[in-house]
């Protein structure tokens, strides 16, 4: 199970933190990538981190600007986002392959997670 949370409601140039906590799979090789959908908007692989060797994927639409994160003894993985604006504006959802077998790109552009969260909003307001 993958658990989101932090949602919320934020000015514009503002930070907020998400938290995605992991249950019930193996947590010793795994990605788990942050996902968003804004209404009418498809779907948006935003960033995802390896746990076999800590790599990491951005979107070009968060570069610079969001930050993956994990903390293995807590199964949880964290997606810091700063200077937000209001395009970032979505449901952000956490998910995971495990055991990990698809390079990083390819994986959050196809979304072929094996496990799924329920996703948290996040509202950016100008």
């Known amino acids: 199970q993958l658990q989101a949370s932090g949602g919320g409601f934020v000015q514009a140039g503002g930070p907020l933190r998400l938290s995605c906590a992991a249950s019930g799979f193996t947590f010793d090789h795994y990605a788990i990538g942050w996902f968003r959908q804004a209404p009418g908007k498809e779907r948006e692989g935003v960033s995802c981190i390896s746990s076999s060797d800590g790599s990491t994927y951005y979107a070009d639409s968060v570069k610079g600007r969001f930050t993956i994160s994990s903390d293995n003894a807590k199964n949880t993985v964290y997606l810091q986002m700063n200077s937000l604006k209001p395009e970032d504006t979505a449901f952000y959802y956490c998910?995971?392959?495990?055991?990990?077998?698809?390079?990083?790109?390819?994986?959050?552009?196809?979304?072929?997670?094996?496990?799924w969260g329920k996703g948290t909003l996040v509202t950016v307001s100008s």
């Open positions: 998910a995971a392959e495990s055991p990990l077998r698809t390079p990083l790109g390819l994986l959050m552009v196809s979304g072929a997670m094996d496990y």
